[in-house]
């Protein structure tokens, strides 16, 4: 037995009401050319139905069991509970409606995070099938989709969800990953494609029109990035990346109201008070020592790729980036004096 196939893989699988797509994901991975590396935790996240069938089903080929929420928490909440109640070295997260792209899938991102000893996690690229076309995520640190954990790098650093999350939950677990990650404990961005983020067209982030992406998202990008940065500065103080992090985020809120002015006005006002919550809690704390060329710098690189990925498409902002800092500075300093 090789040493690599010593260190065993946790499949986590957060699950709800998924009785009609998880047959497909748990096919992928039974088709893992590493299936005897692997055990497999169904997370019931109080569904009211279960996967016994499932288990009863795959049983006999790899590793798997089912464990359940006591009451609905959300995919966050789920892999958590998945998380606290697994023990491998290794552990991957896979949507219940998502399959991996082929039987050499885990393999590739097991070799890689083994191959040095300096690695923490293992990021691949995934494919998001869309209704008319395909779409490659390459070097992505929001999704769970494709990516590898050692456990003793999110032991050490306390690295989880933040709790009752429902909405960019994954986002602030890999923002805390990546701020606590250090030259001896690295991210490694691999360019093979590991996963495949099928269409479903009732999903909560395409319902009704896409209203998620202003609604829910919206403060719920706000909520994790304040944990995480939080949680990171208390891990890593010294970490000269988290106020570079503090401004990129600043910025991205700003473009996502912009796009939210535009798009769906249902939402200015939720969505600019996160916007002041930010700017408060983390954002005003450093806006004095963070220099004009390292802002500029740092904004000009997010609005670029915003442009680039269409996200601004015909959109002419009725606010600037400017006026925006002036006016979030305005309302954090109500009552203060």
């Known amino acids: 037995m090789s040493e690599e196939s010593k260190v065993k893989i946790d499949v986590i699988i957060p699950a709800y009401k998924a009785q009609n797509t998880i047959l497909r994901t748990l096919c992928s991975i039974a088709s893992q050319e590493i299936i005897d590396d692997l055990e497999v935790t169904i997370v019931n996240d109080a569904d009211g139905i279960g996967y016994k069938k499932f288990v009863d089903m795959f049983s006999p080929y790899f590793s798997i069991r089912e464990i359940t929420l006591e009451k609905n928490g959300g995919p966050g909440d789920a892999r958590q509970f998945g998380l606290d109640n697994t023990t491998n070295p290794l552990v991957t997260f896979i949507d219940a409606d998502d399959t991996f792209s082929g039987a050499f899938a885990l393999k590739t991102l097991k070799l890689q995070l083994l191959s040095d000893p300096s690695l923490a996690c293992c990021f691949s690229n995934f494919l998001e099938q869309q209704p008319q076309t395909y779409v490659q995520h390459p070097n992505d640190t929001v999704w769970m989709f494709g990516k590898l954990y050692k456990r003793e790098f999110l032991k050490k650093y306390a690295i989880k969800f933040l709790p009752g999350s429902r909405a960019n939950e994954d986002n602030g677990f890999n923002m805390i990953c990546k701020l606590c990650s250090n030259q001896h404990e690295q991210i490694k961005f691999i360019p093979d494609i590991t996963y495949y983020w099928h269409f479903k067209e009732d999903s909560i982030t395409r319902v009704n029109n896409g209203e998620y992406s202003y609604g829910g998202s919206f403060p719920g990008y706000t909520e994790n990035m304040i944990y995480a940065i939080k949680e990171a500065e208390k891990r890593m103080p010294f970490n000269g990346n988290i106020p570079r992090q503090?401004?990129?985020?600043?910025?991205?809120?700003?473009?996502?109201?912009?796009?939210?002015?535009?798009?769906?006005?249902?939402?200015?006002?939720?969505?600019?008070?996160?916007?002041?919550?930010?700017?408060?809690?983390?954002?005003?704390?450093?806006?004095?020592?963070?220099?004009?060329?390292?802002?500029?710098?740092?904004?000009?690189d997010v609005m670029r790729n915003c442009y680039a990925g269409n996200k601004l498409f015909g959109i002419i902002p009725r606010i600037g980036i400017k006026e925006f800092l002036a006016k979030l500075e305005e309302e954090a300093s109500k009552g203060e004096n």
């Open 246 to 300: 503090k401004v990129s985020v600043l910025c991205n809120l700003y473009e996502y109201y912009i796009e939210t002015e535009e798009r769906d006005k249902r939402f200015i006002e939720q969505n600019w008070n996160a916007c002041v919550k930010y700017y408060k809690e983390i954002y005003r704390e450093i806006k004095d020592k963070i220099s004009d060329e390292i802002f500029s710098q740092i904004y000009n």
